[in-house]
């Protein structure tokens, strides 16, 4: 089983960037495909990043494209959300989740989700 713990999220202004880590503990850690969610207040949950579980594939909502970038690093199991030129549009609770199927990751569906870390982009 796959444990997931976020951290990184904090009150910024727009432009500014922020990272996001996703701690992820469990023997099998390395073999999950990870993605971020996030959840704005009054909105329902939406995709915004996730990698493979070997790193090689990653995939964007629209929305953060050219904006984040989501990284890994298997020796740490941990997973990185590099956020710039943050908008107002961007705050809300950004939760990591964790599959084995990257596709159950993309469709929200992980078995896997940690408590999810508040991002504020205030001016």
């Known amino acids: 089983q796959v444990r997931l713990v976020e951290s990184g999220g904090g009150l910024v202004q727009p432009g500014d960037s922020l990272r996001l880590s996703c701690e992820a503990s469990?023997?099998?850690?390395?073999?999950?495909?990870i993605g971020w969610f996030r959840q704005a207040p009054g909105k329902g949950r939406e995709f915004v990043s996730a990698i493979s579980s070997s790193g090689d594939s990653r995939e964007y909502a629209d929305s953060v494209k050219g904006r984040f970038a989501i990284s890994r690093d298997n020796a740490k199991k941990e997973v990185y959300l590099q956020m710039n030129s943050l908008k107002l549009e961007d705050t809300a609770v950004y939760y990591c989740?964790?599959?084995?199927?990257?596709?159950?990751?993309?469709?929200?569906?992980?078995?896997?989700w940690g408590q999810g870390t508040q991002v504020t982009v205030s001016s």
């Open positions: 469990g023997r099998t850690a390395s073999r999950h495909a």
């Open positions: 989740a964790a599959d084995l199927s990257s596709r159950m990751v993309v469709l929200g569906r992980a078995t896997a």
